[in-house]
């Protein structure tokens, strides 16, 4: 079936605006990971949903950043008057979820520019 | 906060020679996992080990877990050119979730 889907794909914006990034979860995952990843960097875990649990945002850096799943599907991270430090690619992924951390299946990223 | 460490964070070989990565993580673990991505985007699942295995393969790959030194190792073999790509381990975090190293850059030259 289809894998993780993003969008958009790349977003370019002002600082101050708020931007809005798509998720889309292969269809039967109940858990959705958010990461960012600055160049050259690893990944920086942002928030995690499973199944109608509250989510963990443990890693949200600020609370500029949101993040909401409806339906137990898509989710949407909001990040709230961008600066120029949340420049990043922002990868998604989701797994069978359970227990055990089990293998994530990510997305493409979407390539965030903060000007 | 992050628990896998990669080594070493750039690697340049030719095609066909061996590639060896290395992962040093900090606590117990019941599974290591490694991931490659290509040109900064999304990253693609290569293989899982668990705790109790100490060698995993998987065509060209083969995964080692040394769970007393707290480390693993990737080893890709009769390497490519389109096995370039950054690599990370990434060990179980909190419940679910996953805590990525920074990554070994892997340039494989024709």
């Known amino acids: 079936g289809a894998g993780v889907s993003q969008s958009p794909s790349n977003k370019v914006t002002e600082k101050g605006k708020d931007v809005e990034l798509r998720c889309d979860p292969i269809?039967?995952?109940?858990?959705l990971y958010w990461y960012r990843q600055s160049l050259g960097q690893g990944l920086e875990f942002l928030i995690y949903?499973?199944?109608?649990?509250?989510?963990?945002k443990s890693g949200l850096p600020s609370d500029r950043f949101s993040a909401e799943r409806t339906g137990g599907s898509v989710s949407t991270l909001t990040i709230q008057r961008t600066q120029q430090e949340d420049s990043a690619v922002y990868l998604c992924?989701?797994?069978?979820?359970?227990?055990?951390?089990?293998?994530?299946?990510f997305g493409p990223g979407t390539r965030l520019t903060v000007l | 906060s992050q628990q896998g460490e990669e080594d070493p964070q750039a690697l340049s070989i030719q095609e066909g020679e061996n590639a060896t990565m290395n992962c040093s993580y900090k606590?117990?673990?019941?599974?290591l996992q490694w991931y490659r991505q290509n040109s900064g985007r999304g990253l693609v699942h290569l293989i899982l080990?668990?705790?109790?295995?100490r060698e995993k393969h998987s065509g060209r790959l083969r995964v080692t877990l040394d769970t007393s030194k707290k480390s693993s190792s990737l080893l890709i073999t009769a390497s490519r050119a389109a096995d370039t790509a950054s690599y990370f381990c990434?060990?179980?975090?909190?419940?679910?979730?996953?805590?990525f190293g920074k990554g070994t850059m892997l340039l494989v030259s024709p």
């Open positions: 606590t117990s673990i019941n599974n």
């Open positions: 080990i668990r705790s109790n295995e």
């Open positions: 949903f499973q199944g109608n649990s509250a989510p963990d």
């Open positions: 992924a989701s797994s069978l979820g359970g227990v055990d951390a089990d293998t994530q299946y």
């Open positions: 990434a060990t179980p975090w909190w419940g679910s979730t996953l805590t």
């Open positions: 269809s039967g995952h109940t858990a």
